[in-house]
Nanobody, 124 residues
């Protein structure tokens, strides 16, 4: 089970930290990541940590602004978001899966476990 939290309303340029607490399985044995879906758009991978080697990947539009991390002791993953832009507005989901992909997140359809989304709204 994955439980995401930390979303909210923030002004452009602001920061938020999303958390995803996991129960029922060990997070560091899976590829994990954050996905988002804006109204009228497809769900996209924002940032992921590969299960083998812990390689991190980021969507081009968030590179340098977002940081993904994982706390193995707490079995929790995080997404630190800074310099937020209105185009970052979306429902953000945490997910875990068995597929390993180099350089990007797996496709949403390849992720096996999903948390409920948390809304992030960035006002201009």
């Amino acid at each position: 089970q994955l439980q995401a939290s930390g979303g909210g309303l923030v002004q452009a340029g602001g920061s938020l930290r999303l958390s995803c607490a996991v129960s029922g399985f060990t997070l560091n044995t899976y590829t994990i990541g954050w996905f988002r879906q804006a109204p009228g758009k497809e769900r996209e991978g924002v940032s992921c940590i590969n299960s083998r080697g812990g390689t991190k990947s980021y969507l081009d539009s968030v590179k340098g602004r977002f940081t993904i991390s994982r706390d193995d002791a707490k079995n929790t993953m995080y997404l630190q978001m800074t310099s937020l832009k209105p185009e970052d507005t979306a429902v953000y989901y945490c997910a875990a899966g068995w597929r390993r992909v180099v350089g990007r997140c797996p496709r949403p359809g390849d992720m096996n476990y999903w948390g409920a989304g948390t809304q992030v709204t960035v006002s201009s």
